[in-house]
C-alpha cells in the first residue's frame, strides 16, 4: 500500500539525512532513496532550490531537465509563489506547464520551506501515467520536505 511505501521512505530519509549538512549530498540522496523506494512511480524526481527570482536545477534523478525555472512559471513556479504544494492529475491541463519530458503526465511539486517561513526549492516529481498523485503523496513529501528543510535550513 501506497502509505506504507511513504512510512518505510520517511524512517529511511530520517536516517539517511541526520547529521549531514551539506546541501548537494543531503539532496543528491533523498532523490535518490525516493527513487529506489517508489520505484517506477517516480519517473523524475528532484529539486529546484532558489536563486535570486529564479529556481535553479538541483540534484535528481531521471532524464536531463530544464535548468531555470521563474516565479510564478510552471507547476514549479506556482508551488514556489504561493509556497503550497501543487497536485497536477494532467500536466496538459495545467495552464503554463514547462514540459522538461514530453513523457510527464501527471506531477506533484512540494515546497522546501525554511524556519523563517522562506521557500528556499521545491521537491518536484513526475509520473509518466496520469493523475498518479493523492493526498497521501501529498501528506508524505510534504513531511519529506520538512525533514529535509530542518536538516538544511
Ligand atoms: N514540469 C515542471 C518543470 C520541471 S520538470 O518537470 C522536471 C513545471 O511545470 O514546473
Redesign the pocket.
Same mark, same amino acid.
Given at each position: 500500500m501506497k502509505q506504507e511505501l511513504y512510512n518505510n521512505l520517511l524512517e529511511q530519509l530520517q536516517g539517511l539525512i541526520s547529521g549531514e549538512t551539506n546541501q548537494t549530498s543531503v539532496l543528491a540522496n533523498a532523490s535518490a532513496l525516493m527513487r529506489d523506494v517508489m520505484g517506477e512511480r517516480f519517473f523524475?524526481v528532484?529539486f529546484y532550490l532558489v536563486e535570486g527570482d529564479k529556481l535553479v536545477l538541483g540534484p535528481f534523478q531521471g532524464s536531463v !531537465? @530544464?535548468y531555470r525555472?521563474g516565479h510564478g512559471r510552471? #507547476?514549479?513556479?506556482t508551488a514556489w509563489a504561493q509556497a503550497k504544494s501543487q497536485v497536477v492529475p494532467d500536466?496538459d491541463q495545467?495552464p503554463g506547464?514547462? !514540459? @522538461?519530458?514530453s513523457l510527464?503526465r501527471s506531477?506533484i #511539486?512540494v515546497p522546501l520551506i525554511d524556519g523563517a517561513g522562506l521557500v528556499r526549492g521545491v521537491l518536484?516529481i513526475?509520473s509518466k501515467e496520469l493523475a498518479q498523485f493523492d493526498d497521501v503523496d501529498r501528506q508524505g513529501l510534504e513531511r519529506a520536505a520538512s525533514l529535509i528543510a530542518a536538516e538544511l535550513w
Open positions: 523524475w528532484g !531537465a @530544464c525555472i510552471g #507547476v514549479c513556479g500536466v495545467f506547464h514547462i !514540459a @522538461c519530458s510527464s506531477e #511539486v518536484d513526475d
